[in-house]
Protein backbone atom coordinates (compact mmCIF):
# COMPACT_ATOMS: atom_id res chain seq x y z
CA UNK A 1 0.00 0.00 0.00
CA UNK A 2 2.03 3.43 -1.27
CA UNK A 3 -0.64 5.63 -0.02
CA UNK A 4 -0.31 8.72 -2.13
CA UNK A 5 2.44 9.19 -5.01
CA UNK A 6 3.73 12.11 -6.77
CA UNK A 7 6.10 12.56 -9.73
CA UNK A 8 8.21 13.89 -10.54
CA UNK A 9 9.60 15.19 -6.97
CA UNK A 10 11.47 18.23 -8.70
CA UNK A 11 11.00 19.71 -11.79
CA UNK A 12 12.50 22.92 -13.64
CA UNK A 13 10.14 24.76 -15.94
CA UNK A 14 11.18 27.79 -18.58
CA UNK A 15 8.62 29.82 -18.64
CA UNK A 16 5.92 29.54 -21.30
CA UNK A 17 6.54 25.59 -20.81
CA UNK A 18 3.49 22.91 -20.58
CA UNK A 19 3.95 20.14 -17.68
CA UNK A 20 1.92 17.71 -16.13
CA UNK A 21 2.26 16.86 -12.47
CA UNK A 22 1.18 13.53 -11.69
CA UNK A 23 -0.78 12.03 -8.12
CA UNK A 24 -2.20 8.82 -7.39
CA UNK A 25 -3.56 6.88 -4.61
CA UNK A 26 -4.25 3.48 -3.88
CA UNK A 27 -6.38 3.99 -1.02
CA UNK A 28 -9.78 3.69 -2.71
CA UNK A 29 -10.37 7.50 -1.52
CA UNK A 30 -12.90 9.11 -3.16
CA UNK A 31 -11.71 12.41 -2.91
CA UNK A 32 -8.56 14.14 -3.96
CA UNK A 33 -6.84 17.80 -3.75
CA UNK A 34 -4.23 19.61 -4.98
CA UNK A 35 -2.72 21.98 -2.80
CA UNK A 36 0.24 24.89 -3.42
CA UNK A 37 2.38 25.93 -0.89
CA UNK A 38 4.74 28.98 -1.13
CA UNK A 39 7.46 29.59 1.78
CA UNK A 40 6.35 30.05 5.46
CA UNK A 41 3.17 30.27 4.16
CA UNK A 42 0.25 27.79 4.21
CA UNK A 43 -1.30 25.41 1.89
CA UNK A 44 -3.54 26.98 -0.29
CA UNK A 45 -6.42 24.71 -2.33
CA UNK A 46 -5.93 24.71 -6.01
CA UNK A 47 -8.47 22.19 -7.27
CA UNK A 48 -9.93 19.09 -5.76
CA UNK A 49 -12.47 16.40 -6.97
CA UNK A 50 -15.09 14.15 -5.25
CA UNK A 51 -15.29 11.48 -7.32
CA UNK A 52 -14.29 10.17 -11.10
CA UNK A 53 -15.34 12.76 -14.02
CA UNK A 54 -15.83 15.52 -11.09
CA UNK A 55 -13.62 18.13 -10.40
CA UNK A 56 -14.06 21.65 -8.78
CA UNK A 57 -11.96 24.51 -8.32
CA UNK A 58 -10.55 25.93 -5.13
CA UNK A 59 -8.67 29.13 -4.19
CA UNK A 60 -6.17 29.52 -6.15
CA UNK A 61 -7.21 27.68 -9.58
CA UNK A 62 -5.86 30.37 -12.14
CA UNK A 63 -2.84 28.77 -14.60
CA UNK A 64 -4.19 25.18 -13.71
CA UNK A 65 -6.46 22.38 -15.01
CA UNK A 66 -7.38 18.98 -13.92
CA UNK A 67 -8.93 15.85 -15.08
CA UNK A 68 -10.20 12.67 -13.01
CA UNK A 69 -10.69 9.53 -15.46
CA UNK A 70 -10.14 7.15 -12.44
CA UNK A 71 -10.85 6.76 -8.68
CA UNK A 72 -7.20 6.66 -8.31
CA UNK A 73 -5.28 8.99 -10.78
CA UNK A 74 -5.78 13.13 -10.30
CA UNK A 75 -3.07 15.11 -12.78
CA UNK A 76 -2.53 18.61 -12.14
CA UNK A 77 -1.48 21.04 -15.23
CA UNK A 78 0.24 24.07 -16.42
CA UNK A 79 -0.32 25.27 -19.26
CA UNK A 80 1.73 28.08 -19.26
CA UNK A 81 4.23 27.95 -16.84
CA UNK A 82 4.65 31.50 -15.16
CA UNK A 83 7.15 32.36 -12.55
CA UNK A 84 4.40 33.08 -9.73
CA UNK A 85 4.03 28.92 -10.10
CA UNK A 86 6.74 28.76 -8.57
CA UNK A 87 5.85 26.69 -5.30
CA UNK A 88 5.92 23.17 -3.26
CA UNK A 89 2.61 21.08 -4.75
CA UNK A 90 0.53 18.59 -2.41
CA UNK A 91 -1.51 16.29 -3.69
CA UNK A 92 -3.77 14.77 -1.02
CA UNK A 93 -7.05 12.37 -0.74
CA UNK A 94 -9.71 11.15 1.84
CA UNK A 95 -11.98 8.75 1.53
CA UNK A 96 -15.17 10.79 2.08
CA UNK A 97 -16.73 13.83 3.11
CA UNK A 98 -18.58 12.13 6.03
CA UNK A 99 -16.45 10.76 9.06
CA UNK A 100 -16.81 11.57 12.67
CA UNK A 101 -20.26 13.14 12.55
CA UNK A 102 -22.74 15.13 10.33
CA UNK A 103 -20.77 17.55 8.44
CA UNK A 104 -17.39 16.57 9.37
CA UNK A 105 -14.75 15.22 6.78
CA UNK A 106 -12.08 12.60 6.72
CA UNK A 107 -8.38 13.07 7.42
CA UNK A 108 -6.38 13.71 4.20
CA UNK A 109 -3.74 12.11 3.44
CA UNK A 110 -0.69 13.66 1.60
CA UNK A 111 1.32 12.95 -0.77
CA UNK A 112 5.35 13.53 -0.69
CA UNK A 113 5.16 17.15 -2.89
CA UNK A 114 6.24 18.43 -6.17
CA UNK A 115 8.85 20.98 -5.86
CA UNK A 116 8.45 22.92 -9.03
CA UNK A 117 10.71 25.88 -9.91
CA UNK A 118 9.90 28.20 -13.11
CA UNK A 119 12.82 30.29 -14.35
CA UNK B 1 -11.88 35.06 3.14
CA UNK B 2 -12.22 33.23 5.91
CA UNK B 3 -8.72 33.15 8.39
CA UNK B 4 -7.31 30.44 10.25
CA UNK B 5 -4.77 32.52 12.32
CA UNK B 6 -1.34 31.09 13.89
CA UNK B 7 1.32 32.55 15.57
CA UNK B 8 4.18 32.24 13.13
CA UNK B 9 6.98 31.30 15.93
CA UNK B 10 9.57 30.14 16.18
CA UNK B 11 8.34 28.84 19.93
CA UNK B 12 11.37 27.27 21.37
CA UNK B 13 10.41 24.84 24.61
CA UNK B 14 12.95 22.89 26.35
CA UNK B 15 13.47 19.34 26.03
CA UNK B 16 11.01 17.52 28.05
CA UNK B 17 8.47 20.85 28.80
CA UNK B 18 5.14 21.40 27.79
CA UNK B 19 4.77 22.90 23.91
CA UNK B 20 1.27 24.85 23.47
CA UNK B 21 0.31 25.69 19.95
CA UNK B 22 -2.56 28.10 19.31
CA UNK B 23 -4.99 28.59 16.26
CA UNK B 24 -7.52 30.76 15.63
CA UNK B 25 -10.36 30.55 13.06
CA UNK B 26 -13.18 33.01 11.86
CA UNK B 27 -15.59 30.74 9.63
CA UNK B 28 -18.11 30.32 12.88
CA UNK B 29 -19.65 27.42 10.48
CA UNK B 30 -16.04 25.41 11.10
CA UNK B 31 -17.16 22.03 12.27
CA UNK B 32 -13.86 20.15 12.01
CA UNK B 33 -10.65 21.20 13.01
CA UNK B 34 -7.28 19.22 12.79
CA UNK B 35 -3.83 19.48 13.71
CA UNK B 36 -0.90 18.62 11.16
CA UNK B 37 3.29 18.23 11.69
CA UNK B 38 5.12 19.07 8.91
CA UNK B 39 8.87 18.31 8.93
CA UNK B 40 11.47 20.63 7.29
CA UNK B 41 10.96 19.93 3.09
CA UNK B 42 8.51 17.25 3.74
CA UNK B 43 5.02 16.76 3.22
CA UNK B 44 1.83 17.63 6.08
CA UNK B 45 1.31 14.71 8.51
CA UNK B 46 -2.41 14.49 10.38
CA UNK B 47 -1.34 14.03 14.17
CA UNK B 48 -4.89 15.24 15.60
CA UNK B 49 -8.17 15.78 14.77
CA UNK B 50 -10.96 17.03 17.28
CA UNK B 51 -14.34 17.51 16.35
CA UNK B 52 -16.69 18.81 19.54
CA UNK B 53 -15.75 21.40 21.83
CA UNK B 54 -13.13 20.11 24.88
CA UNK B 55 -10.06 18.24 25.04
CA UNK B 56 -9.16 15.10 22.92
CA UNK B 57 -5.67 13.06 24.45
CA UNK B 58 -3.86 11.01 21.83
CA UNK B 59 -0.59 10.12 23.98
CA UNK B 60 1.22 13.01 24.16
CA UNK B 61 -0.83 14.90 22.62
CA UNK B 62 -3.45 17.07 23.49
CA UNK B 63 -5.91 19.06 21.08
CA UNK B 64 -8.21 21.73 22.99
CA UNK B 65 -11.41 23.50 21.21
CA UNK B 66 -13.27 25.73 22.25
CA UNK B 67 -15.94 26.81 19.19
CA UNK B 68 -17.00 29.72 21.21
CA UNK B 69 -13.75 31.66 21.46
CA UNK B 70 -13.02 30.27 17.62
CA UNK B 71 -10.20 28.82 19.46
CA UNK B 72 -8.15 25.36 18.95
CA UNK B 73 -4.88 24.95 20.79
CA UNK B 74 -2.44 21.75 20.90
CA UNK B 75 -0.53 20.41 23.19
CA UNK B 76 2.54 18.64 23.51
CA UNK B 77 3.67 17.27 26.57
CA UNK B 78 7.84 16.06 26.97
CA UNK B 79 8.73 17.74 24.05
CA UNK B 80 11.03 15.56 22.43
CA UNK B 81 13.99 17.07 19.83
CA UNK B 82 12.03 15.10 17.22
CA UNK B 83 8.70 17.39 17.76
CA UNK B 84 10.57 20.18 16.31
CA UNK B 85 8.63 21.04 13.17
CA UNK B 86 6.03 23.44 11.49
CA UNK B 87 2.43 22.71 12.80
CA UNK B 88 -0.56 23.75 10.58
CA UNK B 89 -3.84 24.28 12.24
CA UNK B 90 -6.60 23.45 9.51
CA UNK B 91 -10.49 23.86 9.70
CA UNK B 92 -13.07 22.91 7.27
CA UNK B 93 -15.04 25.56 5.51
CA UNK B 94 -18.85 26.36 6.31
CA UNK B 95 -21.23 24.60 3.50
CA UNK B 96 -18.03 21.62 2.57
CA UNK B 97 -17.61 17.87 4.49
CA UNK B 98 -13.88 17.93 2.88
CA UNK B 99 -12.31 21.50 2.04
CA UNK B 100 -10.05 22.63 4.99
CA UNK B 101 -8.72 26.32 5.38
CA UNK B 102 -5.09 25.80 6.18
CA UNK B 103 -2.82 28.61 8.83
CA UNK B 104 0.98 29.51 8.26
CA UNK B 105 2.07 27.25 10.87
CA UNK B 106 4.26 27.45 14.21
CA UNK B 107 7.64 26.65 13.48
CA UNK B 108 8.53 24.60 17.30
CA UNK B 109 11.94 24.12 18.28
CA UNK B 110 13.21 21.89 21.10
CA UNK B 111 15.83 22.80 22.46
CA UNK B 112 17.82 20.06 24.60
Known amino acids: NAGVTQTPKFRILKIGQSMTLQCAQD?????MYWYRQDPGMGLKLIYYSVGAGITDKGEVPNGYNVSRSTTEDFPLRLELAAPSQTSVYFC??????????????????FGPGTRLTVL | QKEVEQNSGPLSVPEGAIASLNCTYS??????FFWYRQYSGKSPELIMSIYSNGDKEDGRFTAQLNKASQYVSLLIRDSQPSDSATYLCAVTQTGTASKLTFGTGTRLQVTL
Open chain 1, 27 to 31: MNHNY
Open chain 1, 92 to 109: ASSYSGLAGGLGSPSEQF
Open chain 2, 27 to 32: DRGSQS
